[in-house]
């Protein structure tokens, strides 16, 4: 996998919206922050645009998003927002310029349908906390982009859980949001988890549905030859008024029944106030033992 190159001060980062519409005002501590590390940022197209839910029509979201892919100047694109949206430009952007020349794209949620195409491409991304909304985050949430885009060196430690399944192992790190890995199967930008690390993780699903993702994800072999399973926030699940009768976490261990690689729960990433920046596509050391998950970047 090809990592795109550390940023230094100075250099530039564009913040541009592949889904959902953004106001200039909800960027402006992200913005801040930005500066605060010595980045220079310019707004796309789509920032302030508006076309119903989206941060404007879909042609002007892919020329925006292609501009900066295509810009020599912006060293990285932060995605704005998330929702929905995205899957609707990837199979209109050229990425012709980013193989040469690849640059950090940031973002989770949504941007998963861009780190699974993007991961298919030989080329590492960033899952991480979005413009909209970071200042709500941890401090470590914060901190962990900053740490990923300037440094080499990455490591998220954490304590154990009891349901963790211990063990240890190696592998490229892939996956995202359950909801958005789960539509794509099947395209371009499904992604191939043979001898990697799924990270996965949810917000605002009913656990029926949960059950029906991972059986999807099941039948597509995407746990036959997996090495890890990392699983980050589940947050704000719903249920029916019949009870589905079991929780995310127990759902999840039965569709691993069978496979023996190590399992880590609640990891510090997705729709959480502590969401740590995940680098996709880098090759990874997982180990969960009795009193630490850590993951080694």
């Not at 592998?171 to 191939?192: D, H, Q, R, W």
């Not at 029906?212 to 990392?230: A, C, D, E, S, Y």
């Not at 261990?253 to 106030?273: K, Q, R, S, T, W």
Request: aromatic residues 8%; negative net charge.
């Amino acid at each position: 996998m090809i990592s795109p190159k550390l940023l230094k001060s100075g250099d530039t980062v564009a913040i541009v919206s592949t889904a959902r519409k953004v106001s200039k005002k909800e960027l402006v501590h992200a913005i801040e922050i930005m500066k605060s590390w010595g980045l220079k940022v310019i707004l796309g197209k789509s920032i302030e645009a508006e076309d119903n839910q989206f941060a404007g029509n879909d042609s002007l979201r892919k020329s925006d998003f292609q501009e900066a892919l295509d810009n020599p100047q912006v060293k990285a694109i932060w995605c704005a927002k998330g929702g929905y949206g995205t899957v609707r430009i990837i199979d209109q952007l050229d990425f012709t310029e980013f193989n040469k020349h690849p640059k950090w794209i940031i973002g989770y949620s949504d941007i998963t349908v861009l780190h699974s195409h993007i991961h298919n491409l030989g080329i590492e991304t960033l899952h991480a906390q979005m413009p909209v909304g970071i200042e709500t985050k941890t401090e470590a949430s914060r901190a962990s982009i900053k740490k990923v885009l300037f440094e080499k060196e990455y490591t998220i430690a954490i304590p154990s859980e009891k349901i963790n399944r211990i063990g240890k192992a190696t592998g490229e790190l892939v996956g995202g949001n359950l909801s958005i890995l789960y539509s794509l199967c099947g395209s371009p930008s499904a992604i191939n988890t043979d001898g990697k690390i799924l990270f996965i993780e949810d917000l605002d699903e009913y656990l029926y549905h949960i059950d029906r993702m991972l059986q999807n994800l099941k039948r597509n072999g995407m746990f036959k030859n997996l090495k890890g399973l990392i699983v980050g926030g589940m947050t704000e699940m719903n249920d029916n008024d019949i009870p589905f009768g079991k929780t995310v976490y127990e759902m999840i261990l039965e569709i691993c029944e069978g496979y023996d690689f190590p399992i880590v729960f609640n990891f510090p990433a997705g729709h959480i106030e502590d969401n740590r920046a995940l680098i996709m596509g880098r090759e990874v050391i997982l180990e969960v033992n009795n009193k630490k998950a850590i993951l080694n970047f």
